[in-house]
Structure formats: C-alpha cells, structure tokens
C-alpha cells in the first residue's frame, strides 16, 4: 500500500484472470511473482500462456521469479486516471531472468531524477482484493534483496 | 504484389477537416469516398472491391451501395490503410477484383456516431497493463523513447526538434489544423502530458477522412488523374503490448514492413524523393528513420536536426506537418497515404519539386502493427 494509492479517489482498472492466466493472480495473492518456463527449451517467458512462445511445447511449468529487477523504460503520466490522482510512474522493468513487465514504481518520488533507467528493483504487492494483488516495484534495499 | 502493376487512380480526403460535427463517422467515410469517386470519374457501380478499419467494409459497402467481390476489413489500428493498398494490389492482380476502394474516416474529436469502446477485461493487455493506469498511447506509445534516449543519449530536445520542422511544413498548408511556427522552446515549456512528452509532442485530436481507389496499372492511364503507381509494399506486427516489445529502441513490425518493401520497389535509400512517417508522437519519426533504414541506429535526431527532413532538405519528410500539426483523427496512415499521393502527382500544397518515388510508413497501435507503400511516378 503507498501512500499515493491511499489518497487516490477512484479504483485501479482490475485485471480479470482466465485459466490461462489463473495461476499468476494466485502467486501474486501469495507474495509470488510467478512466470513460466519451457521443460524442453528452458525458455522463461511472461505473460502467461500454457505453452511455450519461443518453441510452442506444451511443455511448460511454472517459475518463480527472485523479485529481483531493472528499469528498462519509464514515463511520468501527469493525466489522472482510475486509481491515480497525481502524477505517476508507468514503467516497464526488465526481471532478473529476463522477461519485462509493465508496472509502477512505488515507495519513491515520481520524477525522472528518482527513477534513472537500469535502477535496480524489487518487487512489492499491493492487495486490490480479495482476489487481486497487483505486483508493483520499488527501489532495491541490499538488505531486503536477498529473500 | 508485382512491382508497378497497380496504381492510385482517385485519391481524397473529406471535403472538411478539423472540427466536422454535422458528419458522422460512417458520413466522413462517404463524404471521402464520394470525393474520391469524383476524382476518379467512378461512380459506386464501377467499385467493385472495398476495403476500411474502423466500421466494417460490409457497413461501407451498404452505406454507399457497392456489390463488392472483395471486402477487406483488416483492422490493425493507424496503419491499416496501407495493408489495405497492399491487399487491394495483390487482390487485383489475382484477378479477385478490378477497383478497389479503400476509406477512413473518423470523428475523433466530435465523437458523433461513434460507438462506445468495450475494453476487454480479460485481454492480456487488460490484465497486465491497463492496472497501473495508462490513460492511452501518451502514456504507453512514448515508454519504448525513455529507454532509446537513455541507450542513445538523446534528449527532449531531440523530440522537439521534429515538432518544430513539422510545424515548418505545416505552415504551408493552409488545411493545417496548427500553422503557427513553434520554437524548442515552445516545445518543451507546453502542459506536460506524460513526461518527458509535453502537449506539442503528441498528436493532435480532429475529425477527418480521406480515400483511395486503386486499379490495374493497364487501366490507370485512362483516368483523369497522374496515376500513383505501387511499387513495393510492406506489413508486419509484432504485439498488442508495448511492454512486450522484443527492442525497445526499434520496432520489428518497422523493420520487417519495410524491409518488405523496398525489396519488392527494387530500389536504395538514395532514390527515395519524399518520405511520410506516421507521427502519432515526436519520436515516431526518428525510429522510422532508422528502422526503415535512411540512417543508422542514433543517428535520425542529428539527421533531423540538421535540417535533412525540412524544406529544402535532403529528405522532405511529413510535408503536410504531419500528425502532429496537419491533422490526426485517429488513424493516420490515410492522410499519409493521401500526402504521399499528392506529391506524386506534384499538387501538394507544400510541393517537393520532382517526386519519383515517395515512401509512405505507418504504425499501428503502439508500436504493434506496421505498413510500408512505396508510389512511383512511373511504373
């Protein structure tokens, strides 16, 4: 929970899960960020899908990522919007094992000067539900990195 | 599609643009496609292929009474009209139909006859992106420039840069929608929309429309119109999530789409008189620029910069002012398309002298879609 998101005046968009997507809202709800990974390419990949994009095996189970990221893109939108009053980060961060994924970064000062690309990240999980947890970033912690 | 066999034989926009509320978005269709008809000398019982996004091509077809043998309805957002000219030439060439017409039209600002947008919450784009609160393309088409400028060493002034040199071409367009010259300045001192992207480097919002008929290249000189003939064209997409694209210093939909394209043309870099890349943001163009391959990788803002791309430059680029100055009701690559067009038959209002070949690029969605046409004025 960030302070920003406690002050907003509207909800978030809610994601809606399909089966196909079921089994990362449950890692979220517990603290999991869950990607997947091909048994028979090794390929991890996001978002989720229940075969294998890289080689198209069905072979695929799911894995779970160490939290660990970097920002690999990041804009201020200064339009307010469902969930967000004041401006705020949108950003896509590059996973410690590879995948990147849309997200915000929380827990420090939405500006450019706060948020230099290829800052080191760790992932957070902000309850929208009972149903929904949201995975967002904040800037890496050396003691927290290490869970 | 067989290089030089196809041709545009009728080409319009809508009689107005900008601010149009006494038309709705299937009337802007007509109204540009009636113009174009005119400009061909056809009337509705001689088109017998159509093509358009937005509405469907059954909606179009009806609404203007065609019987068509060939109906497109490819939709992949801005630049769907240049999978249609693509589409349109192989289809004719196939023998599949003889005159094909394509429009757009689109109330964008007015929003009369609209429909109302269901986002599917369940999409993946839904899922995964929509919750951390994008509020449209300024705030997810302008992501993949934070990490080009960073990779780059680009800087907003880079950006605004392309908004001043448009604003130059569009000043010679008196159906320019902003004509007034901007400054860098003015440039990045505008209302912040999604930083570093101010107000002046996002497109502008206007109704419009605008259409093409193609034909046989055998037929296209009996018209009363300088025949546009097609001589390459290119397609791709890569994803529906800009988050998820494989580089984000240069779109694979761009790459593949015109590499496509200029193999098929036959033709270098170097032989290209005018150039249109859709601009539905500032940096539009300077991926365009490189991926299309008119310059290296991090060299399209000092290529702009130095003025290759203005008037009297080397590269006359986006000569109507573009997305960003001319007009954007939506899905630009028509009005592109339209200019690329008008250059080639030498009546543009900010006319490049001598137009042989002019390159026509388009983007759809965020990144997610692509089409290349190349025109010549010979076949």
Request: with cysteine; glycine share 10%; proline share 6%.
């Given at each position: 929970?960030t302070?920003?998101n406690?002050k907003?005046?509207?909800?978030?968009?809610?994601?809606?899960?399909?089966p196909?997507?079921?089994?990362f809202?449950?890692?979220?709800?517990?603290?999991?960020?869950?990607l997947?990974?091909?048994?028979?390419?090794?390929h991890?990949?996001f978002?989720?899908?229940?075969?294998?994009?890289k080689c198209?095996?069905?072979?695929?189970q799911?894995?779970?990522?160490?939290?660990?990221a970097?920002l690999?893109?990041?804009v201020?939108?200064?339009?307010?919007g469902?969930?967000?009053?004041e401006?705020?980060?949108?950003?896509v961060?590059?996973l410690?094992?590879?995948p990147?994924?849309?997200s915000?970064?929380?827990?420090?000062?939405?500006?450019?000067?706060a948020l230099?690309l290829?800052?080191?990240?760790?992932?957070t999980?902000?309850?929208?539900?009972d149903t929904?947890?949201?995975?967002?970033?904040?800037?890496?912690?050396?003691?927290?990195v290490?869970? | 599609?067989?290089?030089?066999?196809v041709?545009?034989?009728?080409?319009?926009?809508?009689?107005?643009?900008?601010?149009?509320p006494?038309?709705?978005?299937?009337?802007?269709?007509?109204?540009?496609?009636l113009?174009a008809?005119?400009?061909?000398?056809?009337?509705?019982?001689?088109?017998?292929?159509v093509a358009?996004?937005?509405i469907?091509?059954?909606?179009?077809a009806?609404?203007?009474?065609?019987?068509?043998?060939y109906?497109?309805?490819t939709?992949?957002?801005g630049?769907s009209?240049?999978?249609?000219v693509?589409?349109?030439?192989?289809?004719i060439?196939?023998?599949?139909?003889?005159?094909v017409?394509?429009?757009?039209?689109?109330s964008?600002?007015?929003?009369?006859?609209?429909?109302r947008?269901?986002?599917?919450?369940?999409s993946l784009?839904?899922?995964f992106?929509?919750?951390?609160g994008?509020?449209?393309p300024?705030t997810?088409?302008t992501?993949?420039?934070?990490?080009?400028?960073?990779?780059?060493?680009?800087?907003?002034?880079d950006?605004?840069?392309?908004?001043?040199?448009q604003?130059?071409?569009?000043?010679?367009?008196?159906?320019?929608?902003?004509?007034d010259?901007?400054?860098?300045d003015?440039?990045?001192?505008?209302?912040?929309?999604?930083?570093p992207?101010?107000?002046?480097?996002?497109?502008l919002?206007?109704?419009?429309g605008?259409a093409?008929?193609l034909?046989s290249?055998?037929?296209?000189?009996?018209?009363p119109?300088?025949p546009?003939?097609?001589?390459?064209?290119?397609e791709s997409?890569?994803?529906?999530m800009?988050?998820?694209?494989?580089?984000?210093t240069?779109?694979?939909?761009?790459?593949?789409?015109?590499?496509?394209?200029?193999?098929?043309?036959?033709?270098a870099?170097?032989?290209?008189d005018?150039?249109m890349?859709?601009?539905?943001?500032?940096?539009?163009?300077?991926?365009?620029?490189?991926?299309?391959?008119f310059?290296?990788k991090?060299?399209?803002?000092?290529?702009?910069?130095?003025?290759?791309?203005?008037?009297?430059?080397?590269?006359?680029?986006?000569?109507?002012?573009g997305?960003?100055?001319?007009?954007?009701?939506?899905?630009?690559?028509?009005?592109?398309?339209?200019?690329?067009?008008?250059?080639?038959r030498g009546i543009?209002?900010?006319q490049?002298?001598?137009?042989?070949?002019?390159?026509?690029?388009?983007?759809?969605?965020?990144?997610?879609?692509?089409g290349?046409?190349?025109?010549?004025?010979?076949?």
């Open positions: 929970m302070a920003d406690a907003a005046t509207t909800s978030r968009r809610m994601p809606m899960p399909t196909e997507t079921q089994h809202w449950d890692g979220t709800l517990e603290g999991e960020l869950r997947q990974r091909c048994d028979d390419c090794a991890t990949y978002p989720p899908r229940p075969f294998c994009p198209a095996s069905r072979s695929v799911i894995a779970v990522a160490s939290g660990r970097t690999h893109a990041c201020i939108n200064h339009r307010p469902p969930g967000f009053d401006p705020h980060s949108i950003a961060v590059e410690e094992e590879g990147r994924m849309m915000n970064i929380v827990d420090c000062e939405q500006t450019h000067d230099p290829d800052m080191p990240l760790e992932v999980f902000e309850q929208l539900s929904i947890a949201l995975p967002l970033f904040k800037p890496a912690t050396s003691t927290e290490a869970s | 599609m067989k290089r030089g066999s041709a545009v034989v009728g080409a319009a926009e809508t009689t107005e643009m900008g601010k149009i006494s038309l709705s978005t299937i009337g802007l269709h007509a109204d540009a496609a113009n008809m005119a400009d061909a000398g056809l009337s509705p019982s001689d088109i017998d292929g358009t996004a937005g469907s091509p059954t909606d179009l009806h609404y203007l009474g065609i019987t068509p043998t109906a497109d309805g939709a992949v957002g630049c009209f240049m999978l249609h693509r589409h349109a030439a192989a289809a060439n196939e023998g599949l139909c003889t005159t017409l394509i429009t757009h039209g689109e964008g600002r007015s929003g009369v006859g609209v429909g947008r269901g986002a599917n919450a369940t784009s839904s899922q992106e929509a919750p951390y994008p509020m449209g300024p997810l088409f992501l993949p420039w934070t990490r080009y400028a960073h990779e780059y060493g680009a800087s907003t002034v950006l605004a840069n392309v908004a001043v040199t604003r130059a071409w569009a000043a010679h367009n008196p159906r320019a929608k902003f004509r010259p901007i400054t860098v003015d440039v990045l001192n505008a209302k912040m929309i999604a930083d992207f101010t107000m002046l480097l996002c497109c919002v206007t109704d419009g605008g093409l008929i034909t290249a055998d037929r296209a000189k009996d018209f119109q300088k546009a003939y097609i001589l390459g064209t290119g997409v890569e994803t529906p800009v988050s998820q694209m494989a580089d984000f240069s779109s694979s939909a761009f790459t593949v789409s015109g590499a496509k394209a200029f193999a098929e043309a036959e033709i870099h170097g032989d290209v005018h150039l890349i859709y601009d539905a943001f500032a940096h539009l163009p300077i991926f365009g620029l490189e991926d299309l391959g310059v290296g991090g060299e399209a803002p000092a290529f702009i910069a130095d003025g290759h791309t203005a008037m009297g430059g080397s590269l006359p680029m986006n000569t109507n002012g997305g960003l100055s001319y007009m954007h009701s939506g899905m630009y690559g028509m009005y592109a398309l339209q200019e690329s067009v008008r250059q080639i543009a209002p900010a490049v002298d001598g137009v042989e070949i002019a390159v026509s690029h388009g983007v759809g969605g965020m990144f997610g879609a692509s290349t046409i190349i025109f010549g004025a010979s076949a």
